[in-house]
């Protein structure tokens, strides 16, 4: 019996001699716990959404056009959850600002936006100034009497040789009328008006309550003043707007508030007196100015 029990032990060192390792699932055999399966990529290395399956999700993005016309309706995103493009639509009388999140308010929407969902964008819009100048025809403008005489309720929009808008913007001409240097503006007014002398200026002023404050009397109600200064109450229809100036070498400025006027008074060869309002005083102030410069003008009856 000891002699088979020590043939048994032999013959196990033996095998187990010529079989080192044979159960050993701890080195780096393709199926053992240091070398793992590895599952299929569910990652979404683009950088976009995707179904949490490890596809790629493409969303579809719809464009509203908001009252114009677009083509195409909608686009797929790519794989980074991006539109590749955004379309330009189209309105009639309308400038186009751009793609927001909703139809008002919302956000701006560019081709940097990643969706995670299917999305509608809106597109936004500015309505253009048709304009057409008011011309020399005094029946296309508002009058008015103060005291004894009567003026032009609004600045002169007649479109001469010379005149401008303000920054050559059709919005400004609408809002403030044309912008004229002395000479132009001598001729420019309708037939039976005339370019007002610094004497029938100082009138109207008198009739404001004197230069101090006649400022605030003839100021439109929508100037607003700053400063301290009382806000317009356009007491007699006035209507003063604050339309800037322009310069000879095509410079702008002051609009919004400051407003000049032309007298048809010289002041020597070069300069002539003007009528100024501004934002921050209740004067009525005379000052004489470069004829080459470019102000308003307002017209009074012959």
């Known amino acids: 019996m000891f002699k088979s029990i020590f043939k048994a ?27 793992p399966v590895i599952p299929p990529d569910t990652t979404n290395s683009g950088g976009g959404p995707d179904n949490g399956g490890g596809t790629k ?7 509203n056009a908001n009252g114009g016309t677009v083509s195409p309706t909608s ?40 969706y995670s969902s299917n999305a509608t964008i809106y597109a936004r819009w500015t309505a253009e100034v048709s304009y057409i100048s008011k011309g020399s025809d005094i029946s296309n403008y508002k009058t008015i009497v103060i005291g004894t005489q009567k003026w032009m309720a609004e600045n002169l929009d007649n479109d001469v040789a010379g005149s401008v808008c303000y920054k050559n913007s059709a919005d400004s001409c609408a809002k403030y009328g044309r912008l004229y240097n002395w000479n132009d503006a001598k001729s420019a007014c309708p037939a039976g008006w ?25 100021k439109s109600t929508s100037w607003k003043s700053w400063g301290g200064a009382a806000e ?42 003007r009528r100024e309002l501004t934002s921050s005083s209740e004067y009525v102030l005379r000052v004489s100015y470069d004829k ?11």
Request: glycine letters at 16%.
């Open 9 to 35: 032990v032999a013959v196990s060192a033996v095998a187990a001699f010529f079989c080192v390792g044979c159960g050993d699932k701890s080195d780096d055999g393709p199926d053992g716990p240091d070398n």
């Open 232 to 273: 317009g109450t356009d007491e007699y229809g006035f209507s003063a707007l604050p339309g800037g100036y322009g310069g000879p070498s095509g410079f702008f400025g002051a609009v919004g508030n400051d407003g000049f006027w032309w007298s048809s008074t010289e002041n020597g060869p070069y300069v002539a007196w």
């Open 194 to 218: 005339h370019l007002p002398d610094t004497t029938e200026w100082n009138t109207l002023e008198d009739f404001a309550g004197g230069k101090e404050t006649g400022g605030t009397k003839l």
């Open 57 to 63: 999700s493409s969303y579809t993005i719809t464009f």
């Open 75 to 114: 686009a797929k995103t790519g794989d980074d959850g991006k539109l590749a493009s955004l379309p330009t639509p189209t309105r009639s009388g309308y400038t186009f600002d751009g793609w927001f999140t909703a139809a008002t308010g919302g956000t701006a929407v560019t081709v940097s936006n990643v």
């Open 292 to 302: 080459t410069h470019l102000i308003s003008v307002r017209c009074v009856q012959d």
